[in-house]
C-alpha cells in the first residue's frame, strides 16, 4: 500500500519528529510512504482568522499536490477536521461549486493517523515499547469533529510496558483554540493550567496527544509553571505525540 503523508505546515516547522515518527511506524509495518513536497499549508489560520480567499487558495493547492494519492495520512486532528470538513463549507458558502466538489471528493481519502491504522490497516499493535507513565489527552478536533474514540487508546493499550494511566475529565479542552489562545489570553492560559493539574495528578511522565499545536499549548504553559514556581502541583513531564510514541520500540529510547 502506497501511502501519502500530510506532514503540516506546524509539524514540518516545529516538529519534524513527528513526521519521521509516522513514517517511521507505516514502513515498520511493510508501507510506502511518499511526501509530496509541493504541499504546504490546509489554510485552517487563515480560514479561522477570516481570511476566506487566503485560506481557499491553500485548499487548492494541497488538492492539487495529493490530487493523485490514494491514501493521505496526517498527524494532526484539527488538519484533518480542516480537509474533511472546513474546506467544503467555506468553498460553498463563497459559491466556488468546483473548489466545494473537488473538497468533498478528496475528503474520504484522508485519514487521521490514529484512524488510519485501526480502520484502514486494521492494526492496534505496531511493535511499539515505551517503558514509561503515560496518559492520553484527546484533543477537541479529534474527538468532537473526527471522532476518533478510543482508537488512540487501542493502540497505546498495545505498547509494551507502558503504564498507560487515564486523564481525569480527559474530554474537556486545553484551553489552546488556535485563534482563542491569542483573543483570549488568559482564559486560554486558566483552562491550560488546570488541564495540566489533572497531567500531575496521575503521576504520569508523559503526556501524549494526536495534535501537536495542544502539545505546544500545554509545554509552554508547563515551562512556565515550572521556571516561576506558579504551581506546586505540576510536576516534571514531558509532551509527546502519539506517532513518536508508537515509533519506540525500546532500543532507540
Known sequence: MRISLF???SNNILHPQT?????????RLGHEVEFIESQTC????HLNAGYRQEGLS?????????????????PSGSCTSTIRHLWQDVAADAG??????????????????????????????????FARRVTYHPTCHSLRSLRVGDRPLQLLRNVAEID??????????????????????????????????MAASTGADVVCASDNSCLTH???????????SLDARVRDI????????????GTDL
Open 58 to 74: 491553500l485548499a487548492r493547492t494541497t488538492i492539487d499536490a495529493f490530487e493523485r494519492a490514494e491514501y493521505i495520512v496526517v
Open 164 to 197: 498507560l494511566v487515564e486523564l481525569p475529565n480527559s474530554d474537556s479542552c486545553c484551553g489552546f483554540g488556535g485563534l482563542f489562545a491569542l483573543k483570549n489570553a488568559d482564559t486560554s492560559a486558566a483552562v491550560g493550567r488546570d488541564k495540566l493539574a
Open 19 to 27: 513526521g519521521r515518527a509516522v513514517v517511521t511506524v507505516l514502513q
Open 218 to 228: 500545554l509545554a509552554g504553559l508547563h515551562k512556565k509553571a515550572k521556571r516561576h
Open 96 to 129: 466556488d461549486s468546483e473548489l466545494a466538489a473537488a473538497a468533498g471528493a478528496m475528503a474520504p481519502r484522508v485519514f487521521e493517523f490514529t484512524e488510519f491504522l485501526v480502520d484502514v490497516l486494521g492494526v492496534t499493535d505496531v511493535g511499539a515499547r
Open 7 to 9: 506532514v503540516t505546515c
Open 238 to 249: 514531558e509532551f509527546k505525540h502519539i506517532a513518536e510514541i508508537l515509533a519506540l520500540t
Open 42 to 45: 490546509c489554510g485552517q489560520m
